[in-house]
């Protein structure tokens, strides 16, 4: 697919990480977290081994899926869902291990950044720890410490306002679900 190329949308800013801000034209998929620790709303995310399996997105790994970008965890009121949130140990809202889980792969979802972004910055994902971060936070570069890059690109993704560290901010994502 590919972005929708969504405008000003002030009047809907996210609250959360992980909500979803446009419904009525997002594409949503089911999934159960692979993973063995709780995987964050907000968080990329790939396709596991096995069918219907979810984890979140590591580029550096080809064991675990392949590493290609299925979507990212999306806040779900489905009840079954529902009943498998849990926290991370730094108190984010999450997707236990074994449980079923909500991935967006088109529309529009509230993530928190780790630095200053703007509408015409690139868009990276935190999967290495670096001196001062948070893994698991957006970013507009893949912060490379002179050997390693700590952050991979996500292409058909955008910021869709301008935000100061720490807040959350409106992402548009569209990935081609083949």
Not at 150 to 177: C, K, M, W, Y
């Amino acid at each position: 697919m590919g972005l929708k190329g969504y405008g000003d949308i002030s009047d809907t800013l996210p609250g959360i990480e992980g909500q979803r801000i446009r419904t009525t034209d997002d594409k949503l998929h089911s999934g159960v977290n692979a993973g063995t620790a709780p995987l964050p709303f907000g968080s990329p995310v790939q396709l596991g081994t096995n069918s219907g399996e979810v984890l979140e997105f590591l580029p550096i790994s080809d064991t675990i899926g392949g590493s290609r970008l299925f979507g990212v965890s999306v806040a779900s009121y489905n009840d079954e869902i529902v009943a498998g949130v849990t926290q991370t140990v730094d108190g984010r809202s999450a997707y236990a291990p074994d449980r079923p889980m909500a991935v967006m792969s088109e529309g529009v979802v509230g993530v928190v950044v780790e630095e200053p972004v703007t509408p015409s910055d690139e868009v990276y994902y935190r999967y290495s720890a670096n001196t001062g971060t948070v893994l698991g936070r957006w970013r507009m570069d893949d912060d490379t410490d002179g050997t390693n890059a700590h952050a991979a690109q996500i292409a058909n993704a955008r910021f869709l306002r301008s935000s100061d560290a720490g807040e959350v901010v409106p992402l548009e994502i569209g990935v081609t679900i083949l």
